[in-house]
Protein backbone atom coordinates (compact mmCIF):
# COMPACT_ATOMS: atom_id res chain seq x y z
CA UNK A 1 0.00 0.00 0.00
CA UNK A 2 2.60 2.69 1.19
CA UNK A 3 4.77 1.72 -1.77
CA UNK A 4 1.90 2.14 -4.13
CA UNK A 5 1.11 5.37 -2.69
CA UNK A 6 4.86 6.56 -2.91
CA UNK A 7 4.79 5.19 -6.35
CA UNK A 8 1.98 7.82 -7.23
CA UNK A 9 3.14 10.61 -5.79
CA UNK A 10 3.81 13.72 -8.51
CA UNK A 11 7.42 13.38 -10.15
CA UNK A 12 9.68 15.05 -12.52
CA UNK A 13 10.37 14.09 -16.01
CA UNK A 14 14.34 13.09 -15.55
CA UNK A 15 15.50 16.21 -13.46
CA UNK A 16 13.19 18.44 -13.36
CA UNK A 17 14.46 21.75 -11.54
CA UNK A 18 17.15 19.49 -9.01
CA UNK A 19 17.11 22.22 -6.76
CA UNK A 20 13.68 22.28 -5.69
CA UNK A 21 12.74 19.53 -3.41
CA UNK A 22 8.65 18.61 -4.26
CA UNK A 23 7.59 16.71 -1.20
CA UNK A 24 4.26 16.64 -0.58
CA UNK A 25 1.63 19.07 -2.50
CA UNK A 26 -1.84 19.48 -0.48
CA UNK A 27 -2.89 22.14 -2.69
CA UNK A 28 -4.62 22.46 -5.60
CA UNK A 29 -4.01 23.99 -9.23
CA UNK A 30 -6.48 24.95 -11.47
CA UNK A 31 -5.72 26.03 -14.73
CA UNK A 32 -7.55 28.51 -17.10
CA UNK A 33 -7.54 27.89 -20.50
CA UNK A 34 -7.95 29.45 -23.70
CA UNK A 35 -7.57 31.36 -27.07
CA UNK A 36 -6.95 35.50 -26.59
CA UNK A 37 -9.97 37.29 -25.69
CA UNK A 38 -11.98 34.35 -24.87
CA UNK A 39 -12.73 35.47 -21.19
CA UNK A 40 -9.91 33.89 -19.40
CA UNK A 41 -8.74 36.78 -17.21
CA UNK A 42 -12.63 37.63 -16.12
CA UNK A 43 -13.09 34.24 -15.09
CA UNK A 44 -9.98 34.59 -12.91
CA UNK A 45 -11.17 37.71 -11.64
CA UNK A 46 -14.50 36.24 -10.82
CA UNK A 47 -13.12 32.62 -9.09
CA UNK A 48 -10.67 34.11 -6.82
CA UNK A 49 -12.55 36.08 -4.96
CA UNK A 50 -15.00 33.47 -4.58
CA UNK A 51 -12.38 30.88 -3.46
CA UNK A 52 -11.34 33.45 -0.89
CA UNK A 53 -14.56 34.09 0.65
CA UNK A 54 -15.10 30.04 0.81
CA UNK A 55 -12.11 29.84 3.27
CA UNK A 56 -9.34 28.77 0.79
CA UNK A 57 -5.81 31.05 0.17
CA UNK A 58 -5.70 31.93 -3.25
CA UNK A 59 -2.50 32.24 -5.36
CA UNK A 60 -2.91 33.89 -8.81
CA UNK A 61 0.24 32.96 -11.69
CA UNK A 62 -0.11 33.38 -15.58
CA UNK A 63 2.52 33.43 -18.85
CA UNK A 64 5.49 35.75 -18.49
CA UNK A 65 4.62 37.03 -14.92
CA UNK A 66 7.46 35.93 -12.97
CA UNK A 67 9.20 38.68 -11.75
CA UNK A 68 12.45 37.93 -12.84
CA UNK A 69 11.57 37.74 -16.84
CA UNK A 70 8.10 39.49 -17.25
CA UNK A 71 9.73 42.87 -18.54
CA UNK A 72 12.65 41.70 -20.39
CA UNK A 73 9.78 39.16 -22.39
CA UNK A 74 7.78 42.39 -22.68
CA UNK A 75 10.67 44.45 -24.49
CA UNK A 76 11.78 41.66 -26.27
CA UNK A 77 8.26 40.90 -27.87
CA UNK A 78 8.07 45.43 -28.48
CA UNK A 79 11.63 44.57 -30.28
CA UNK A 80 10.94 41.89 -32.76
CA UNK A 81 13.86 41.41 -33.01
CA UNK A 82 15.30 37.92 -31.68
CA UNK A 83 15.11 34.40 -33.16
CA UNK A 84 12.26 31.86 -32.13
CA UNK A 85 14.40 29.79 -29.96
CA UNK A 86 15.80 32.50 -28.11
CA UNK A 87 11.68 33.37 -27.23
CA UNK A 88 10.96 30.11 -26.20
CA UNK A 89 13.83 30.17 -23.43
CA UNK A 90 12.91 33.42 -22.44
CA UNK A 91 9.19 31.90 -21.59
CA UNK A 92 11.20 28.63 -20.40
CA UNK A 93 12.95 30.76 -17.80
CA UNK A 94 9.41 32.52 -16.64
CA UNK A 95 7.89 29.11 -16.34
CA UNK A 96 10.88 27.52 -14.39
CA UNK A 97 10.60 30.72 -11.91
CA UNK A 98 7.41 30.83 -11.87
CA UNK A 99 7.66 27.01 -10.70
CA UNK A 100 10.43 27.41 -8.06
CA UNK A 101 9.00 30.97 -6.19
CA UNK A 102 5.95 30.49 -6.62
CA UNK A 103 4.23 27.42 -7.59
CA UNK A 104 5.53 24.79 -6.15
CA UNK A 105 5.81 26.52 -2.51
CA UNK A 106 2.04 27.68 -3.02
CA UNK A 107 0.56 24.58 -3.68
CA UNK A 108 3.38 23.04 -0.42
CA UNK A 109 1.26 25.32 1.61
CA UNK A 110 -1.61 24.06 0.75
CA UNK A 111 -2.96 27.19 -1.87
CA UNK A 112 -5.18 26.81 -4.47
CA UNK A 113 -3.17 28.08 -7.24
CA UNK A 114 -5.11 29.73 -10.49
CA UNK A 115 -2.89 29.92 -13.81
CA UNK A 116 -3.81 31.71 -16.38
CA UNK A 117 -2.67 29.10 -19.24
CA UNK A 118 -0.63 25.88 -18.50
CA UNK A 119 -0.04 23.19 -20.99
CA UNK A 120 -3.41 22.67 -22.63
CA UNK A 121 -1.67 25.02 -25.58
CA UNK A 122 -0.90 21.68 -26.66
CA UNK A 123 -3.99 21.15 -28.83
CA UNK A 124 -3.70 24.78 -30.15
CA UNK A 125 0.40 23.70 -30.52
CA UNK A 126 -1.08 20.48 -32.93
CA UNK A 127 -3.35 22.43 -35.09
CA UNK A 128 -1.24 25.38 -35.95
CA UNK A 129 1.86 23.25 -36.91
CA UNK A 130 -0.09 20.17 -38.44
CA UNK A 131 -1.63 23.23 -40.63
CA UNK A 132 1.55 24.87 -41.26
CA UNK A 133 3.01 21.23 -42.07
CA UNK A 134 0.07 19.89 -44.78
CA UNK A 135 -0.94 23.61 -45.83
CA UNK A 136 2.76 23.57 -47.29
CA UNK A 137 2.27 20.59 -49.37
CA UNK A 138 -1.18 21.90 -50.25
CA UNK A 139 0.01 25.18 -50.83
CA UNK A 140 3.29 24.56 -53.36
CA UNK A 141 1.55 21.80 -55.27
CA UNK A 142 -2.38 22.42 -55.55
CA UNK A 143 -2.65 26.54 -54.79
CA UNK A 144 0.23 27.56 -56.51
CA UNK A 145 0.92 24.33 -58.93
CA UNK A 146 4.60 25.40 -58.56
CA UNK A 147 5.12 21.89 -60.70
CA UNK A 148 1.97 21.75 -62.63
CA UNK A 149 1.14 18.25 -63.57
CA UNK A 150 4.80 16.88 -63.95
CA UNK A 151 5.74 13.74 -61.65
CA UNK A 152 1.48 13.68 -60.33
CA UNK A 153 -0.24 10.74 -60.65
CA UNK A 154 -3.25 11.54 -62.98
CA UNK A 155 -3.80 14.77 -64.57
CA UNK A 156 -6.83 15.51 -62.29
CA UNK A 157 -7.58 18.16 -59.26
CA UNK A 158 -8.86 18.35 -56.38
CA UNK A 159 -12.65 17.81 -56.65
CA UNK A 160 -15.28 21.15 -56.33
CA UNK A 161 -18.99 21.55 -56.78
CA UNK A 162 -18.52 17.55 -56.24
CA UNK A 163 -21.75 16.46 -53.79
CA UNK A 164 -19.78 13.40 -52.56
CA UNK A 165 -17.87 15.98 -50.29
CA UNK A 166 -18.89 18.33 -47.12
CA UNK A 167 -19.34 22.15 -48.40
CA UNK A 168 -19.14 19.71 -51.81
CA UNK A 169 -15.70 20.98 -51.53
CA UNK A 170 -12.64 18.02 -51.30
CA UNK A 171 -10.61 20.11 -49.77
CA UNK A 172 -12.91 22.09 -47.03
CA UNK A 173 -14.10 18.52 -46.46
CA UNK A 174 -10.89 16.93 -45.80
CA UNK A 175 -9.93 19.83 -43.59
CA UNK A 176 -12.78 19.62 -41.92
CA UNK A 177 -12.21 16.22 -40.70
CA UNK A 178 -8.73 17.17 -40.65
CA UNK A 179 -9.29 19.78 -37.50
CA UNK A 180 -12.60 18.29 -36.16
CA UNK A 181 -11.68 14.95 -35.38
CA UNK A 182 -7.97 14.20 -36.07
CA UNK A 183 -6.49 17.15 -34.19
CA UNK A 184 -8.96 16.50 -31.26
CA UNK A 185 -7.97 12.56 -30.74
CA UNK A 186 -4.31 12.76 -31.29
CA UNK A 187 -4.42 15.52 -28.59
CA UNK A 188 -6.62 13.55 -26.68
CA UNK A 189 -4.27 10.70 -26.57
CA UNK A 190 -1.20 12.71 -26.27
CA UNK A 191 -2.45 14.41 -22.94
CA UNK A 192 -4.27 11.56 -21.37
CA UNK A 193 -0.66 9.47 -22.33
CA UNK A 194 1.69 12.22 -21.12
CA UNK A 195 -0.46 12.54 -17.69
CA UNK A 196 -0.49 8.51 -16.91
CA UNK A 197 3.42 8.74 -17.57
CA UNK A 198 3.40 12.38 -14.85
CA UNK A 199 1.71 10.15 -12.43
CA UNK A 200 3.74 7.39 -12.93
CA UNK A 201 0.83 5.01 -13.81
CA UNK A 202 2.64 3.78 -16.98
CA UNK A 203 6.06 2.51 -17.12
CA UNK A 204 8.37 5.75 -17.87
CA UNK A 205 12.18 6.09 -18.49
CA UNK A 206 14.68 8.55 -18.74
CA UNK A 207 17.66 8.82 -21.13
CA UNK A 208 20.14 8.41 -18.83
CA UNK A 209 18.49 5.57 -17.00
CA UNK A 210 18.26 3.55 -20.41
CA UNK A 211 20.13 5.43 -23.05
CA UNK A 212 20.25 2.47 -25.31
CA UNK A 213 16.50 1.59 -25.15
CA UNK A 214 15.51 4.88 -25.30
CA UNK A 215 17.34 5.35 -29.07
CA UNK A 216 16.59 1.87 -29.88
CA UNK A 217 13.02 2.16 -29.51
CA UNK A 218 12.85 5.24 -31.14
CA UNK A 219 13.76 3.53 -33.97
CA UNK A 220 11.72 0.62 -33.84
CA UNK A 221 8.32 3.49 -33.87
CA UNK A 222 8.53 4.07 -37.73
CA UNK A 223 8.22 -0.04 -38.14
CA UNK A 224 5.53 -0.70 -35.25
CA UNK A 225 3.72 1.92 -36.54
CA UNK A 226 3.91 0.44 -40.12
CA UNK A 227 2.43 -2.88 -38.80
CA UNK A 228 -0.09 -1.22 -36.32
CA UNK A 229 -1.28 0.67 -39.50
CA UNK A 230 -1.55 -2.19 -41.83
CA UNK A 231 -3.46 -4.75 -39.44
CA UNK A 232 -5.98 -1.48 -38.48
CA UNK A 233 -6.39 -0.55 -42.48
CA UNK A 234 -7.37 -4.78 -43.04
CA UNK A 235 -9.51 -4.52 -40.46
CA UNK A 236 -11.46 -1.31 -41.56
CA UNK A 237 -11.70 -3.03 -45.38
CA UNK A 238 -13.98 -5.84 -43.34
CA UNK A 239 -17.33 -4.37 -45.61
CA UNK A 240 -19.32 -4.03 -42.49
CA UNK A 241 -16.36 -1.52 -41.09
CA UNK A 242 -15.87 -0.15 -44.88
CA UNK A 243 -19.15 0.78 -45.30
CA UNK A 244 -20.04 2.41 -42.26
CA UNK A 245 -16.18 3.88 -41.37
CA UNK A 246 -13.81 3.59 -43.99
CA UNK A 247 -15.57 4.57 -47.22
CA UNK A 248 -15.11 8.35 -46.04
CA UNK A 249 -11.49 8.25 -46.26
CA UNK A 250 -11.80 6.15 -49.70
CA UNK A 251 -13.92 9.10 -51.25
CA UNK A 252 -10.84 10.73 -52.20
CA UNK A 253 -10.23 8.65 -55.24
CA UNK A 254 -7.64 11.53 -56.19
CA UNK A 255 -5.80 12.43 -53.07
CA UNK A 256 -4.41 15.57 -52.45
CA UNK A 257 -2.36 16.35 -48.38
CA UNK A 258 -5.42 17.03 -46.80
CA UNK A 259 -7.05 13.85 -47.58
CA UNK A 260 -4.39 11.66 -45.30
CA UNK A 261 -5.77 12.27 -42.19
CA UNK A 262 -9.26 12.81 -43.86
CA UNK A 263 -11.12 10.07 -41.72
CA UNK A 264 -14.26 9.27 -39.74
CA UNK A 265 -13.72 9.92 -36.39
CA UNK A 266 -13.88 5.71 -35.00
CA UNK A 267 -10.74 5.62 -37.90
CA UNK A 268 -8.83 8.40 -36.13
CA UNK A 269 -9.65 6.27 -32.60
CA UNK A 270 -8.20 3.24 -34.12
CA UNK A 271 -5.67 5.04 -36.56
CA UNK A 272 -3.98 6.73 -33.14
CA UNK A 273 -4.47 3.72 -30.91
CA UNK A 274 -1.02 2.71 -31.45
CA UNK A 275 0.43 5.33 -29.53
CA UNK A 276 -1.11 3.05 -26.61
CA UNK A 277 2.12 0.40 -26.58
CA UNK A 278 3.53 2.96 -24.81
CA UNK A 279 1.56 2.48 -22.13
CA UNK A 280 2.71 -1.48 -21.78
CA UNK A 281 6.18 -1.06 -23.07
CA UNK A 282 8.49 1.37 -20.76
CA UNK A 283 9.23 4.34 -23.32
CA UNK A 284 10.05 8.58 -22.36
CA UNK A 285 7.21 11.30 -23.33
CA UNK A 286 9.40 12.32 -26.51
CA UNK A 287 8.47 8.72 -27.96
CA UNK A 288 5.09 9.45 -27.37
CA UNK A 289 4.94 12.97 -29.44
CA UNK A 290 7.60 11.30 -32.01
CA UNK A 291 5.08 8.30 -32.72
CA UNK A 292 2.11 10.93 -32.55
CA UNK A 293 3.73 13.71 -34.74
CA UNK A 294 4.74 10.06 -36.73
CA UNK A 295 1.08 9.31 -37.39
CA UNK A 296 0.02 13.16 -37.84
CA UNK A 297 2.38 14.21 -40.50
CA UNK A 298 3.25 10.78 -42.79
CA UNK A 299 -0.49 10.80 -44.54
CA UNK A 300 0.61 14.32 -46.06
CA UNK A 301 3.31 12.84 -47.85
CA UNK A 302 1.45 9.99 -48.89
CA UNK A 303 -1.34 11.38 -50.26
CA UNK A 304 0.39 14.45 -51.97
CA UNK A 305 -0.46 12.62 -55.55
CA UNK A 306 2.73 13.58 -56.42
CA UNK A 307 5.84 11.05 -57.27
CA UNK A 308 8.55 13.80 -57.09
CA UNK A 309 8.41 17.11 -55.15
CA UNK A 310 10.61 20.04 -56.87
CA UNK A 311 12.26 22.10 -54.25
CA UNK A 312 13.11 25.63 -54.33
CA UNK A 313 16.90 25.16 -55.06
CA UNK A 314 16.27 23.21 -58.15
CA UNK A 315 16.79 19.65 -56.81
CA UNK A 316 13.63 17.04 -56.64
CA UNK A 317 12.39 14.80 -53.59
CA UNK A 318 11.15 12.02 -54.20
CA UNK A 319 7.67 11.02 -52.07
CA UNK A 320 7.28 7.79 -53.32
CA UNK A 321 3.91 7.07 -52.26
CA UNK A 322 2.48 5.60 -55.44
CA UNK A 323 1.54 2.71 -53.83
CA UNK A 324 -0.75 3.84 -51.56
CA UNK A 325 -2.13 6.37 -54.72
CA UNK A 326 -3.06 2.85 -55.65
CA UNK A 327 -4.64 1.69 -52.80
CA UNK A 328 -6.96 4.67 -53.29
CA UNK A 329 -7.61 3.69 -57.06
CA UNK A 330 -7.94 -0.08 -56.79
CA UNK A 331 -8.48 -0.18 -52.67
CA UNK A 332 -7.68 -3.73 -51.98
CA UNK A 333 -4.04 -3.57 -52.61
CA UNK A 334 -1.11 -2.02 -50.87
CA UNK A 335 -2.27 -1.62 -47.25
CA UNK A 336 0.86 -1.03 -45.65
CA UNK A 337 2.97 1.69 -46.94
CA UNK A 338 6.04 -0.91 -47.73
CA UNK A 339 8.42 0.50 -44.85
CA UNK A 340 7.49 -3.63 -43.39
CA UNK A 341 7.22 -5.98 -46.61
CA UNK A 342 3.21 -6.94 -45.48
CA UNK A 343 1.60 -6.63 -49.10
CA UNK A 344 4.64 -8.44 -50.24
CA UNK A 345 4.04 -11.32 -47.96
CA UNK A 346 0.13 -11.30 -48.11
CA UNK A 347 0.18 -11.34 -51.89
CA UNK A 348 -1.51 -7.85 -52.00
CA UNK A 349 1.26 -5.77 -53.34
CA UNK A 350 0.82 -3.81 -56.71
CA UNK A 351 3.52 -1.73 -57.79
CA UNK A 352 1.16 -0.37 -60.75
CA UNK A 353 3.09 -2.43 -63.06
CA UNK A 354 0.61 -4.65 -66.15
CA UNK A 355 1.68 -7.91 -63.97
CA UNK A 356 0.59 -6.44 -60.97
CA UNK A 357 -2.84 -5.55 -62.48
CA UNK A 358 -2.95 -8.76 -63.93
CA UNK A 359 -2.80 -10.77 -60.96
CA UNK A 360 -4.95 -8.02 -59.05
CA UNK A 361 -7.77 -9.50 -61.24
CA UNK A 362 -7.07 -12.88 -61.10
CA UNK A 363 -7.67 -12.47 -57.32
CA UNK A 364 -11.15 -10.69 -58.18
CA UNK A 365 -12.04 -13.33 -60.36
CA UNK A 366 -10.75 -16.25 -57.97
CA UNK A 367 -13.37 -14.61 -55.04
CA UNK A 368 -16.00 -14.46 -57.86
CA UNK A 369 -15.74 -17.87 -58.48
CA UNK A 370 -15.37 -19.24 -54.82
ZN1 LIG B 1 -5.32 6.84 -47.84
ZN1 LIG C 1 -8.20 1.84 -47.41
Redesign the pocket.
Known sequence: MAAAAAKRSKTWYGHGLPYVTMGNLPGHLIVIEGTDGVGRSTQIERLSPWLELEGWAVSNTGWTRSPLLSETINEAKAGHELTTTTMSLLYAADFADRMEHQIIPALKAGFIVIADRYMYTVFARNAVMLFLFVGAFHFALYVKQRQGTRYKHTNRWQARDNPVFLFRNQVLDNMFWTFASAVPVWTAFEVVTLWLMANQYIPTITFESNPVWFVVLMLLIPLFREVHFYLVHRLIHWPPLYRAVHSL?HK?AN?GPW??LAMHPVEHVLYFSGVLVHWIVPSHPLHVIFHLQHLAYA?AQ??NGFDKVKLRNGAEMSVEHYT?YL??KYFEVNYGDGLVPLDKLFGTFHDGTPEADEALKRRRRSRVAS
Do not use: A, R, T
Open positions: HNPSGPGHHHH
